[in-house]
């Protein structure tokens, strides 16, 4: 190995000594043992070994410190992995992607709010803030059990709202005595505004007693009757009719009674009574608020 020094010599072999030095700079030193004049930063390759390995002199110049090694398939850096000399050599981000084991989601974007709040995308990563975004709009939409609060049909009679006040066994009624008919709307008592389109069945029972007059129970839709029953008989009877609501719509009960006073020696009063109980709202096991 060459030492890096020339002496005094004649022009000749000063001259192919010379040569030896520049081959060696040229080479890196390369060869099988190091050189034997060394100085700090001095680059050697080490061929001793089945691969050349480039080393590097220490800043003390007391020792060699390796840098990597001059393989077959390319120069590797000492140290690294076999992941990491594969992420090296790969040539596109598709390949270092699978260089370091990673899936497709690695490139796949992050989604944007409206992505998030939308909930339709999945081709997008989503952040924690984005969760945190999506949920509070979706638990802005049902906080007060408004905006998705009514059933859109009516699919199984499941009852998720009853709301009655009155008498015993929840039964309210109206009476008229003697001639003429009166009649009152049970807002107080059955009315139910809805926040947004709907579809839901309004129920009840019915009953009357006293003379067999006419009784009659009505379903009213912002005033107007949707239908009215009456009967004379002194059973209870279940009546209930499906009905669409618009957003604000609001649906109530109306209660009719009919007395006269007899004809004849008798000259009776008789006393008609409209009677329901058990008013309900019902739909496929949704919420219906509102009222």
């Known amino acids: 190995m060459v030492d890096y020094n020339l002496a005094n010599q004649s022009g000749a072999q000063f001259r192919a000594e010379l040569n030896l030095i520049l081959a060696a700079l040229q080479s890196c030193a390369f060869g099988a043992t190091a050189p034997t ?26 020792g060699w410190i390796l840098v990597g090694t001059l393989a077959a398939g390319g120069f590797e850096l000492a140290g690294t992995s076999e992941a990491g000399r594969a992420l090296i050599a790969a040539a596109t981000v598709a390949a270092q992607r699978t260089a370091l084991g990673l899936g497709n989601g690695a490139t796949l974007n992050v989604a944007s709010l409206a992505e998030a709040q939308a909930g339709a995308d999945n081709a997008t990563l989503m952040t924690p803030l984005r969760v945190a975004q999506a949920i509070a709009a979706l638990v802005a939409e049902v906080s007060n059990l408004s905006a998705d609060a009514m059933a859109p049909t009516i699919a199984g009679d499941t009852v998720v709202l009853k709301h009655c006040s009155g008498g015993g066994s929840d039964t309210l009624g109206l009476s008229k005595n003697g001639n003429g008919t009166v009649y009152t709307t049970l807002f107080g008592e059955t009315a139910l505004t809805a926040t947004r389109t709907c579809a839901l069945r309004v129920a009840f029972d019915q009953a009357r007693s006293g003379d067999a007059n006419t009784q009659r129970a009505a379903v009213l839709r912002d005033g107007v009757v949707l239908q009215e029953w009456t009967t004379s008989l002194a059973t209870w009877t279940a009546r209930s009719l499906d009905v669409t609501l618009a957003a604000g719509q609001t649906l109530c009960i109306r209660l009719g009674a009919t007395g006269r006073t007899g004809g004849g020696s008798e000259g009776t009063t008789y006393t008609s009574e409209s009677l329901i109980r058990n008013v309900r709202y019902l739909a496929d096991q949704r919420s219906l608020i509102g009222i």
């Open 37 to 62: 004049t060394t100085t700090a930063g001095q680059l050697w390759v080490d061929a001793s070994g089945a691969s050349p390995v480039l080393k590097i002199r220490n800043a003390l110049n007391s």
